[in-house]
């Protein structure tokens, strides 16, 4: 087949093709409801010949309200010109309300807010650390001669005195030989007694020349030999008898005893380094923590003083109080690596609240500041010219007050200047106000339950912004 028979095949693809993207662009344009339309409006001279072409190739005809907004400006939708939602958004009816649910109404009446009372009182300086439990005493009981361990005496975990028989090794190849030194000991005791009966007889003798000089000096060096071996067999009897105590395994320090590790009937050494059990004094105790070597002075200001610092232990979360002591000492030297020091505080430790090697978080209580201002924390601003606050005036306006802060203790913080006692400060709706505001107090809150309001505040103004966000969701696809 030549070519020319082939190009009537080739203009037929090509035709269908055409038509097939055009009834294809057809259906993709098709007449929807007015507010589509309004949406995809054409806005120019060849969008809008194209729409037209497209709509007589479909074989459909606009109607009558699609053709004025497909020919009309986007911003000429109205004849008058005229956005409905933006004229009722910014009609005096409208104006300065809130478009959606949870808007701030931020018109020129009274601003709602939470106020605070300034008060005298005592701030208390604390350094708080981390800290480790730490025995007194962790002695681990081990045998100090190998045996069969023929009997157990204590039970896991129960409070021994010192003392307390705990363990017993078999004692009977101790007590042979302790048999065997004693009659060792007799038998040397024998030959001194003859040795020293002899050397009489010689000095007799001697003294009147019937013997040689040299055979007493024999028997006076016999004699010394024999005592020398008396001390000898003394010291292997009380070798023997030491041996038969070490049989006898009593506690050494006064504490609670851990897990077995050994079980009776098994043949203990010296060298095991388990041992038999280990005993941890725990009643008292001590904690060891450290503080930045900067806060080192002010401690051992107060302790030259002659001070007893107070120590509290928290648990992990900080919200239980487990035990109250004193501090004991600091250490001689400052860890360079971290830039700390350690100090070492005692607790009596009656209930065992306490476990060693258990973490604990230290309040260690340095000094107490007397009669300052105090207001709770949450008043307190932070800005580029300092802390500040919003001071509530008897007109019902608030003044921009800038503060001196000091120490701080929990939700409450000193006030060195700026405020007196008995003034009132924001410490909730603070994102509304600027220096002149009208404020009306809803709520006098007190030390130590600022932040439980705080946090109802902030729940209820999260709760708001998710509804004005789901409402504005809605208007969007609305729209």
């Not at 009537?8 to 507010?35: D, M, N, S, T």
């Not at 105790?285 to 509290?312: C, H, K, N, Y």
């Not at 709520?443 to 999260?462: F, M, N, V």
Request: proline share 5%.
């Amino acid at each position: 087949m030549s070519v020319a028979q082939k190009v009537p095949a080739f203009r037929y693809i090509f035709w269908l093709g055409l038509v097939a993207l055009l009834a294809g662009g057809a259906w993709f344009f098709r007449p929807q409801e007015q507010v589509w339309l309004h949406k995809f409006r054409p806005q120019s001279a060849w969008s809008q010949a194209l729409w037209s072409r497209l709509a007589s190739a479909g074989g459909w005809d606009p109607p009558a309200s699609a053709s004025r907004s497909l020919v009309q400006p986007q911003n000429q939708a109205d004849p008058q010109g005229a956005d409905p939602i933006g004229d009722q958004q910014h009609s005096p009816e409208h104006r300065g309300k809130p478009r959606h649910k949870g808007d701030v109404d931020r018109g020129d009446g009274p601003v709602p807010v939470i106020a605070a009372t300034a008060h005298s009182g005592d701030i208390p300086i604390s350094l708080d650390a981390l800290g480790t439990v730490t025995s007194l005493a962790m002695v681990t009981v081990r045998p100090q001669l190998s045996g069969y361990l023929t009997q157990v005496a204590f039970t896991e975990g129960q409070m021994v005195k010192r003392g307390d028989f705990l363990a017993q090794i078999d004692p009977r190849p101790y007590q042979i030989s302790l048999e065997q030194a004693q009659g060792q000991l007799a038998h040397d005791q024998a030959l001194l007694r003859n040795a020293k009966i002899d050397l009489e007889r010689y000095t007799k003798l001697s003294a009147q020349d019937s013997i040689a000089r040299q055979q007493m000096d024999t028997q006076q060096s016999l004699v010394q030999q024999d005592q020398g071996t008396i001390v000898s067999d003394q010291a292997q009897i009380d070798t023997a008898k030491l041996n038969l105590d070490y049989c006898h395994i009593t506690a050494p320090v006064t504490g609670r005893i851990g897990l077995r590790q050994v079980d009776q009937g098994n043949y203990v050494q010296t060298s095991e380094l388990a041992g038999i059990a280990v005993i941890a004094q725990i009643e008292p105790i001590s904690i060891i923590f450290t503080i930045p070597e900067d806060d080192i002075p002010m401690v051992q200001r107060r302790l030259r003083a002659g001070a007893t610092l107070a120590v509290t232990a928290y648990d992990r979360s900080q919200s239980t109080k487990l035990a109250t002591g004193t501090l004991n000492t600091i250490d001689n030297q400052i860890d360079p690596s971290t830039g700390t020091v350690k100090l070492r505080a005692q607790f009596d430790n009656l209930d065992q609240a306490l476990f060693p090697n258990q973490f604990v978080n230290v309040s260690l209580l340095v000094d107490v500041e007397h009669n300052d201002t105090v207001v709770p924390m949450a008043a307190i601003q932070h800005g580029a010219a300092g802390d500040y606050v919003y001071l509530v005036r008897p007109d019902g306006t608030v003044a921009l007050r800038q503060v001196r802060l000091g120490q701080g203790s929990g939700n409450d913080v000193a006030v060195l200047s700026g405020l007196a006692p008995d003034d009132q400060v924001v410490v909730d709706g603070v994102d509304q106000l600027r220096n002149g505001s009208k404020v009306t107090v809803t709520k006098l809150a007190t030390s130590g339950t600022t932040g439980s309001t705080t946090t109802d505040s902030q729940t209820t103004e999260g709760a708001a912004t998710s509804d004005a966000m789901s409402q504005q969701a809605d208007d969007n696809a609305a729209y």
